[in-house]
Antibody, heavy 122, light 112 residues
Framework: QVHLVQSGAEVKKPGASVKVSCKTS????????IHWVRQAPGQGLEWMGI????????SYAQKFQDRVTMTRDTSTSTVYMELRSLRSEDTAVYYC???????????????WGQGTTVTVSS | DIVMTQTPLSLSVTPGQPASISCKSS???????????LYWYLHKPGQSPRLLIY???SRFSGVPDRFTGSGSETDFTLKINRVEAEDVGVYYC?????????FGQGTRLEIK
């Protein structure tokens, strides 16, 4: 059974960084891209970027381009999302999510992690 | 970026009655392989989103057959045949035909 298990809730001060992990299991880690999507309180779903677990290449939403880095560790089948220079507007639930299509130019999400709450407050 | 527009943004439905949600995209979601990459998700409070429908009309594993997706190109609909109490939450459409993937604003379904 496919599982994406994320790290626990974080509380950060403005200007700090946060690194969220997403440990995968139940499938071949390198065969499926991983998206990161967030939801701020009272808001909808917002795409942040995507990473290829096989090669490690990542593509980011323009909004986060200069503040986010997505990485992976193939030895533990884990992907990471680091967001820097946090501000109060970054308070949100952050989700990792599996894409079934790989490097095909098309996208989708079939399985989601449980979410990680990140609170940015002074 | 492709803009996804859902209507209505909220609806209140009596159990056993049908419900319908519309999703319109600013560009065609038809990919070069002939498949249309439009998805529907249900996001319940305190849970992660759950895939209901993929490629416009295919139900994901375990999804009850009271959920039906339809549409083409830029105009899509999710229908719930007979709403049950467990169907409450926010429904999102999402496009996967180009990056960045984009979501509709969400439609909140509540039970009367």
């Amino acid at each position: 059974q496919v599982h994406l298990v994320q790290s626990g809730a974080e509380v950060k001060k403005p200007g700090a960084s946060v690194k969220v992990s997403c440990k995968t299991s139940g499938y071949t880690f390198t065969s499926y891209y991983i998206h990161w999507v967030r939801q701020a309180p009272g808001q909808g779903l917002e795409w942040m970027g995507i990473i290829s677990p096989s090669g490690g290449s990542a593509s980011y939403a323009q909004k986060f381009q200069d503040r986010v880095t997505m990485t992976r560790d193939t030895s533990t089948s884990t992907v990471y999302m680091e967001l820097r220079s946090l501000r109060s507007e970054d308070t949100a639930v952050y989700y990792c999510a599996r894409d079934p299509w790989g490097d095909s130019g098309r996208y989708g999400v079939d399985v989601w992690g449980q979410g990680t709450t990140v609170t940015v407050s002074s | 970026d492709i803009v996804m527009t859902q209507t209505p943004l909220s609806l209140s439905v009596t159990p056993g009655q049908p419900a319908s949600i519309s999703c319109k995209s600013s560009q065609s979601l038809l990919f070069s392989d002939g498949t249309t990459y439009l998805y529907w998700y249900l996001h319940k409070p305190g849970q992660s989103p759950r895939l209901l429908i993929y490629e416009v009309s295919s139900r994901f594993s375990g999804v009850p057959d009271r959920f039906t997706g339809s549409g083409s190109e830029t105009d899509f609909t999710l229908k719930i045949n007979r709403v049950e109490a467990e169907d409450v939450g926010v429904y999102y459409c999402m496009q996967g035909v180009q990056s960045p993937i984009t979501f509709g604003q969400g439609t909140r379904l509540e039970i009367k």
